[in-house]
Each structure stands twice: as structure tokens, then as C-alpha cells.
């Protein structure tokens, strides 16, 4: 029998990746996902805003703005059959000065021209009324119902859980070293030795989008780090708004937002920094201060006594708008780079833009007969109720046992996640949020270290907060 | 579900858990105990290093030791303890229409989903450290940095070493603690960084954990960063000089590992859900003379009211609530409460009011180091007292009786308050 040869290789399990790969699982083909990282969903989708865009933000002569506003569209139909985190909690954009009417109208014209559902100006006491917490300052705004929130990791996850249903071979820890002709095919081969064949190759790798082009000889381009700093409030804040506040965008960000995020925190930034090394995921104090001030002036109420952690996001930056063609050097290869902001929202749409540029580069889209576009419902201890909680415990008592109080994950999510190939303490946190909570991992950290050794049989000095040499422990005493 | 009914339903078995617990037993009340972890003991269980007890039982003990001495009693006693097992609801019913006030404890265990009804709460969940996030230090986010409690638990109860060496960031006596247990297993410790002039933690362990290891500690110092892409690397640090920082002083501390000491919160989220009113000056909730709360019939004792220096002085406090949960379990109040509230330089006065007919022990945090100071309790322009103190500190609760001789004449003044100064 001879090797194996995949219809498709796709380099990157972001949120790109992931929807690519869920919507190739409805046809007759052989996929495979290959990821550098230790884990899916590692690199620039675990660490961004989680908004679905409301379809005022770019103009419509743009490839990225057509695909946010048919992405975006594409959400409710995605978490009805994934269940992940999804809210359709709508955007506010607030008008401080009356100065900001300009820009604003302008934003409003062009969601109009977009086709944005339901988009509309407010005065100063509809805002008020839409979002309480606003500044008194307040002098109007304007308002997409349609904008919602989503938790962009448990999206990759659930995207990528669904086609691995639906026959998507995955590999993690697969980090892209070489590619070759081999007859028709791809030869790629990862820097631990192992490699794949394939028909066709989709470049969705993020940052590194443009080392991978160039592996293959294809398009010269470089791919810039754009840094957002972020601050995260505990679940408790008295500073939570129901909607998405924007300030009046800039030029060059949509500047620095409060966004209440699905699973109940706050999420304030981002900030943008343009930087020299891709790899720079460090905070800085001047920034995280802006944050703070930035948001303020848009909800007063902000303390940072509801703190509970800091972290960046770095978006991939080519040009204004997303790279996504079929290469006009290497037939074959189709590129899917600089997919920043409104990347995650466009995402689903993406998947079909993609899959579509596959069949006009001679790809057969043999529908499958018996696609499984449905995911079973994980349960979550903190979503139950005693009731259902109870019943569960009664076939497994682990459902009983409360690992993170915080967010209140029980022991057989924790194990769930485990068995499911998160063994990264990251990995445990992106899956379940145990750690992720107002302890960050203070009380749980313990429990959690034990559960993976228990389950993977990894001493304590091998298990990593998020792969390579991340290693968590330094020994034993 | 499981259902139970108790007088006192008591969250947490920790040392206020076991020690109000033992006490309201004692008179007779219907008592459970509800524990998250597998036994009883709290954060008792992770301290073994010795200085526990001299108070309570004369004797100087560890942690575990101290620990026992409570729940060794617990097996004598009727009081129920559910181990395992986590809150996971609580409800406290205000008294309604021919109803009276009722408490619902909602917990979940590997056995099931168990609801408790009670007269009752004892809150007694403790406190939890404070983590990077809460004081925002800026930088990377790599493997290597733990709270200085977590750091603990894994070397003292998990035998496993966080890393070898070695930086600790705040000078919390969990951080000072574990600076020499970190020595003591063969981490090198370069440095303990504190943002304040003065150290945190108290003084005896600043001499016996750093100064008789030969770790330095420096004070006034700020983390302006965290550096190290996969592991920590080093942090970088430095002085403020008249209230600001001296940037170009700044240097840097290689290390593999970091440890935070930065401040304990009292843990608080149940009580708020269940209505309860907290203190911002503490994080605990507002007391009055009984320890009882905002909510009839929900008490407070031990870190999850304000944080305590000694445990000792915990189980003090959390006995004295077990009494004053058994009186209003029979009915029995305070005819009137003077209210107390923290004056210039202290940061707050625990419990917020006081029972003019009885002895009260009164509980206060100084926000300045002073020596030869004075404590003045005044009611307007009356000085009830003055309290002659060698040294106050932040970092040393300070405890005094007021009693009938104090506040006797107060009894009869309407709105009579109280103010504690530090003058």
C-alpha cells in the first residue's frame, strides 16, 4: 500500500485554520491539520478581543470587510451546532464631544452600505439607556445589535473538534521545516522528523505565514506583529457592560475597548504596537496605564482593584487588507495571510472563501453523505444546575469534585480536557477556564499538575505551562 | 439531592471553622462543617514551620501540629463534618411574612449535591493571595511564577520544588517563610523585593527567614518588569526615590523562578452573593458587636473578616463568634450598639460596632510606623481612652478591650460613635 497522500494540508490551527479544516470536513477528502504549537488555537487566536464585529468598521472595497459582514452572519448557525460560547450582545460606539458625530456618521454609512443589520445613530439619552454604566460625558452614539462576543479559543476548539468528527486528521507539536515537490504532490516534512504528503497546501500559519510562503518559494511578503496589551477584570466588577463599548475609532485601531466577554469577565484594551520581534509578548506599564485611562473615560466606574490579569495579543499585519488567493508562484498553495482584525469574525466565512479557491484549483467538492455537523453539548459544572449537577455526580462522582472555584470546573472536565489531548496547563486553562478565574490558578494550580500526572503518567518536571521549554517545575525536593 | 437541617451551618474548616464550631457544640447547638479539601486543617496544613500556638496553647507548634489540636477535639463532639466537598450556593432569607430567617447552604461532593438549611452561617472560607494580575507587574508571561502559598503546598504537601532559583516579590510572611524553606531544599535565593519602605511581614520572620540566610531584602523597590519567553528569566527592578522611580538606578535580578508575596484578600464572593455587605477598608463583612454581618444570622470570623497576623488569634476570635451565635440562637441581642469607625492613621477597626453593657475585644491595623504611640477612643469630644503603645506598625494587628467602664456613659447618648485614632 503506498503512502498516504492527503487531499489538503492546512499549516495552522488558528481560527483560520480550524474553519477551513471544519468546512473541508463536509466534502469527500483527506485533511489534515498541522500545528507548530503545543496546542490548537496557541498562537494569535487565544489572546485577541473575542468580538464578532458589527460591519461598521471597513469599507466594503475590501476583501476583509465582505468577509466579516458574511462571517459574522455565519456565527448563530456555527454555535447552534458547536455550542461554544457565542452572544449576540450588540456594539455601542460612544460619541464623547460632539466632534465625534463626524466620524461616527461616517462609520454609520458605511455599515449601512456593508448591509449591517439593524445599525442605528443614538442620541445621548438612548445610549444611556442602552448602556447605563457610560460616562456622563456621553454626547451620543452609535449602536450594532447585531455585534456580538464569543470565546475565540473554545471556538478553535469546537471548530476543530467537529471535523476531527467528521474525519480531519490532526498533528500538534508539528512545526513546519521543509517542503518539497514529489510528484504531484507535497512532501512536508516537521522538524522532529516526521512528514506528511499532500495534494494541496493552505498557508493559514499566523505569524509565521510568511516563513512558511517562503519554504515554499512562493510570494515574498513579511508579516508584522501588531502587540495589544489587555487588561482582564474579575466576573465580580461592578464595571461590567452589557454590550461592547468602542470609543470613537483612529485611523489606525479601533482604539481601546470594555468588552463583558461571554464567560462573564471584562476584557479592557487592546492597544497596538507595531514590533520588531513577532515573539514579543511582553506587557509594559505605559501601556496597561493607557488602558486604564482609556477606559475610563468611557465607563468611569473602572477599578483596578478588579484586576486579575494582564496578557498581549499579537494580530499579523500585511497591508490593509487579508492576503487570501491562490499563489501566482506555486500552483497548488493556496495563502491565507495578515489576518488581523476583523479576522475572528470573518473566520467562518473564510472557511467557505477558502474552500471555494481549492475547487477552482481543480479540488473535487463531493459533498459528504454523512457530514455530522452536530457536537455533542459538553457539560460545565458552573452552568448546571444542583439538579443536573447531582445527576451527573451520580455517574461520575469527579463531576463532585470542585478543582477551580473560581470558575468552578469540576474534576471530570479537568480529566475531559486531559483525555482530549490538553495536557499543557494552558491547554487545561484555554479548554476548561479552571485557572483562568480571580486565584489564577493560586489555589488549583496543585490539583491541576496532579491530575495531568495521574492521567498521562508525566512526572512533575515534564508537564509545560504551554509546551517547548515551558516547563512548569524544577524538581523534586 | 441530599437535604440536612442544622442550627449553625459553618463554610469552612479551617481554624475559625473548627474553633467557632467546637465552641457553639459545646453549647449544645446542631453544627456542620462544610470542607472543601479531603480533611480538615485549612492553609494550617501547608504550614509546616513552627510558631503557631504560643498564645492558645503556651507551646510553640507547626501548623499541622496546631491544626490537630482542633480537630483532634472534633471526633468527641456531634458537630457533622462534610469533607470534599465545596459550596456551591448560599442563600440567606431575610425573616418575611410569619417566616423567620433562614439560611440555605447548597454543596456539592463526589457523593452528590447536598442542601443544608440552617438558623445560621458561619463564614469561615479564609482569605487568598493576591496574584500578579491584582498588582499588575508588567512583562512576559512564561512557566516559573507562583504565588508564595502555591509555592508552598507543592514543596510542603507535594514534595515538588517550583525551580531553583530563586526571586520572591513581596515580603508577606507566607514570602518570607518561604524564602527560607526554598533555602532550605537547596534553591538559591537571591533577593526579596518589597515596593514598600518597610517590610510586610512580621518582624520576627524578617530576622529568621532572610537575615539568618543572608537574603537580601530590598525595600522600596518596584517590579517594573517580568522578562523570559518560556521560563522566567529575571525580573527587573527598581527604587523609588521620593516618590518616584529612579529609572536609571533600575537593574536586574536573574532568576529561574519567582514566588509572590504581595498581600492575602479575604475570599469573599459567597457572602456577596448571598447579599452580604462587605468593608472595603478590609475585603470582610461588616460586623457588628456579635460578628454578625448585614445579613441576620450571618456571622463572620477568622481571614475571611480581616486578615490576621497569628492564628492564634483567629481561634480567639472565632470562639467568641461561636458564644455570640449561641446567644442570638436563643434570642438574646444587644440592647443597643455604638458604632466604631477608624480615624486618622488607622486603617480600619474591627468589628464596626460595639455592645456598651459588655466586654468587647476590638481589632485595628495602623497605616503608619510610629513608636511611643498612643491609641485615642473618643466619642466627639470625650477621650473615652488613651492606650499607650511601644510600636505600631502596619504590618501587627493590635488588639484592646473596651468594656463597660469605657462605654458605659455612652449607653445612654443617642447615635453615640466612636472614633480610634493614632493622633
Known amino acids: ?477 | 439531592m441530599m437535604y440536612g437541617t442544622f442550627d449553625v451551618v459553618v463554610l469552612g474548616g479551617g481554624a475559625a471553622g473548627m474553633a467557632s464550631a467546637l465552641e457553639m457544640d459545646r453549647r449544645g447547638w446542631r453544627v456542620a462543617i462544610i470542607e472543601r479539601e479531603s480533611r480538615l486543617g485549612g492553609i494550617l496544613l501547608q504550614c509546616i514551620h513552627t510558631g503557631f500556638g504560643l498564645i492558645e496553647f503556651d507551646e510553640e507548634l507547626s501548623g499541622p501540629e496546631f491544626a490537630e489540636r482542633l480537630s483532634d477535639r472534633i471526633p468527641g463532639s456531634k458537630i457533622t463534618v462534610f469533607v470534599g466537598s465545596t459550596v456551591i450556593g448560599f442563600e440567606s432569607m431575610e425573616e418575611g411574612k410569619g417566616k423567620a430567617a433562614g439560611q440555605v447552604v447548597t454543596f456539592a461532593s463526589a457523593k452528590g449535591v447536598t442542601r443544608l438549611e440552617s438558623r445560621a452561617v458561619v463564614l469561615a472560607m479564609g482569605c487568598r493571595e493576591r496574584n500578579r494580575g491584582n498588582v499588575r507587574i508588567p512583562g512576559t508571561r512564561p512557566a516559573g511564577i507562583f504565588t508564595a502559598g502555591l509555592a508552598q503546598r507543592l514543596v510542603n504537601i507535594d514534595g515538588i520544588m517550583p525551580g531553583r532559583e530563586v526571586v520572591i516579590i513581596g515580603s508577606g510572611d507566607i514570602g518570607l517563610v518561604m524564602a527560607r524553606r526554598m533555602a532550605w531544599s537547596g534553591a538559591r535565593v537571591h533577593a526579596v523585593v518589597e515596593i514598600l519602605p518597610r517590610p510586610s511581614g512580621l518582624p520576627r520572620n524578617v530576622v529568621q527567614c532572610l537575615n539568618d540566610f543572608g537574603i537580601p531584602l530590598y525595600l522600596s523597590h518596584v517590579t517594573t518588569a517580568i522578562k523570559g519567553k518560556d521560563r522566567v528569566r529575571s525580573i527587573e527592578v527598581c527604587p523609588v526615590e521620593n516618590g518616584a522611580l529612579a529609572i536609571s538606578k533600575a537593574f536586574e535580578l536573574p532568576c529561574d523562578t519567582l514566588l509572590l508575596s504581595v498581600g492575602l484578600v479575604p475570599e469573599n464572593e459567597l457572602s456577596r452573593d448571598a447579599g452580604v455587605q462587605l468593608n472595603p477598608a478590609t475585603g470582610g463583612p461588616r460586623v457588628d458587636s456579635q460578628m454578625m454581618s448585614s445579613k441576620s444570622g450571618v456571622f463572620a470570623c477568622g481571614n475571611v473578616l480581616h486578615v490576621h497576623d497569628l492564628v492564634d488569634n483567629v481561634v480567639e476570635e472565632a470562639r467568641r463568634t461561636g458564644a455570640f451565635v449561641s446567644f442570638w440562637l436563643e434570642g438574646t441581642r444587644p440592647s443597643r450598639e455604638i458604632k466604631v469607625k477608624a480615624g486618622s492613621k488607622v486603617r480600619y477597626v474591627c468589628p464596626g460596632s460595639l455592645d456598651p453593657a459588655s466586654n468587647n475585644q476590638v481589632s485595628l491595623r495602623s497605616l503608619v510606623v510610629k513608636d511611643g504611640a498612643q491609641l485615642e477612643i473618643r466619642a466627639g469630644e470625650i477621650v473615652v481612652k488613651r492606650i499607650m503603645k511601644n510600636h505600631v506598625r502596619p504590618s501587627e494587628m493590635i488588639t484592646f478591650n473596651l468594656g463597660t467602664t469605657e462605654l458605659g456613659a455612652l449607653a445612654h447618648i443617642d447615635d453615640a460613635t466612636i472614633e480610634i485614632s493614632i493622633p
Not at chain 1, 500500500?1 to 495552522?12: C, L, P
Not at chain 1, 488558528?14 to 468546512?23: F, P
Not at chain 1, 456555527?78 to 466620524?103: K, Y
Not at chain 1, 480529566?415 to 490538553?422: C, D
Request: negative net charge; contains cysteine.
Open chain 1, 1 to 477: 500500500m503506498g503512502e498516504r497522500v492527503f487531499d489538503v494540508a492546512i499549516i495552522g490551527a488558528g481560527v483560520s485554520g480550524a474553519n477551513i479544516a471544519r468546512h473541508l470536513s463536509s466534502y469527500e477528502l483527506d485533511v489534515i491539520l498541522l500545528e507548530g504549537e503545543e496546542d490548537i488555537s496557541f498562537g494569535v487566536s487565544k489572546a485577541n478581543s473575542g468580538i464578532v464585529h458589527g460591519g461598521f468598521h471597513h469599507d466594503g472595497r475590501y476583501l476583509k470587510s465582505r468577509l466579516e459582514v458574511r462571517g459574522a452572519a455565519m456565527f448563530d448557525r456555527l454555535a447552534d451546532e458547536l455550542g461554544f460560547p457565542f452572544q449576540r450582545c450588540g456594539i455601542i460606539a460612544v460619541a464623547l464631544h460632539p466632534d465625534d458625530f463626524g466620524a461616527l456618521g461616517q462609520l454609520y454609512e458605511r455599515g449601512r452600505a456593508n448591509g449591517a443589520p439593524g445599525i442605528e445613530m443614538c442620541s445621548r439619552e438612548r445610549m444611556l439607556e442602552l448602556e447605563p454604566k457610560l460616562t456622563p460625558e456621553t454626547v451620543g452614539g452609535l449602536y450594532a445589535p447585531c455585534g456580538g462576543i464569543v470565546e475565540p479559543y473554545r471556538f478553535v476548539f469546537s471548530l476543530v473538534e467537529s471535523a476531527i468528527k467528521n474525519g480531519l486528521e490532526l498533528r500538534t507539536n508539528w512545526r513546519l521545516e521543509s517542503a518539497s515537490r514529489e510528484g504531484a504532490s507535497w512532501r512536508l516534512c516537521a522538524s522532529t522528523g516526521s512528514s506528511v504528503l499532500a495534494s494541496r497546501i493552505v498557508n493559514a500559519a499566523g505569524l509565521r505565514a510568511d516563513e512558511v510562503s517562503q519554504l515554499f518559494s512562493a510570494e515574498d511578503f513579511t508579516i508584522k506583529g501588531r502587540k495589544g496589551q489587555y487588561w482582564l477584570l474579575d466576573r465580580l466588577t461592578r464595571s461590567k457592560p452589557s454590550r461592547v463599548v468602542f470609543p470613537v475609532p483612529s485611523a489606525i485601531s479601533k482604539g481601546v475597548l470594555v468588552v463583558p466577554t461571554v464567560e462573564g469577565t471584562v476584557l479592557l484594551g487592546p492597544t497596538a504596537t507595531e514590533l520588531d520581534d513577532k515573539d514579543d509578548a511582553a506587557t509594559t506599564r505605559d501601556e496597561l496605564e493607557y488602558i486604564l485611562r482609556s477606559a475610563r473615560t468611557l465607563i468611569p466606574s473602572i477599578s483596578e482593584t478588579d484586576v486579575i490579569a494582564t496578557f498581549s495579543g499579537t494580530r499579523p499585519v500585511l497591508g490593509e487588507d487579508f492576503m487570501i488567493q491562490r499563489s501566482g508562484l506555486v500552483p497548488g498553495l493556496v495563502q491565507v495571510a495578515g489576518i488581523q482584525s476583523p479576522g475572528l469574525t470573518a473566520s467562518p466565512a473564510i472557511g467557505e472563501y477558502v474552500t471555494g479557491l481549492l475547487a477552482q484549483d481543480g479540488l473535487d467538492l463531493v459533498p459528504k453523505q454523512d457530514w455530522r455537523p452536530l457536537l455533542d453539548r459538553a457539560p460545565h459544572a458552573r452552568d448546571l444546575s444542583f439538579e443536573e449537577l447531582d445527576q451527573l455526580i451520580e455517574i461520575n462522582p469527579a463531576w463532585g469534585s470542585i478543582v477551580c472555584r473560581c470558575e468552578r470546573v469540576s474534576e471530570a472536565e479537568i480529566v475531559n480536557a486531559i483525555r482530549s489531548g490538553h495536557h499543557t496547563l494552558d491547554g487545561i486553562k484555554f479548554y476548561t477556564r479552571a485557572q483562568m478565574g480571580r486565584c489564577q490558578g493560586g489555589f488549583c494550580g496543585a490539583r491541576i499538575l496532579q491530575l495531568i500526572m495521574r492521567e498521562t503518567g508525566l512526572a512533575a518536571g515534564e508537564i509545560t505551562k504551554r509546551g517547548g521549554n515551558t516547563t512548569v517545575i524544577g524538581g523534586v525536593v
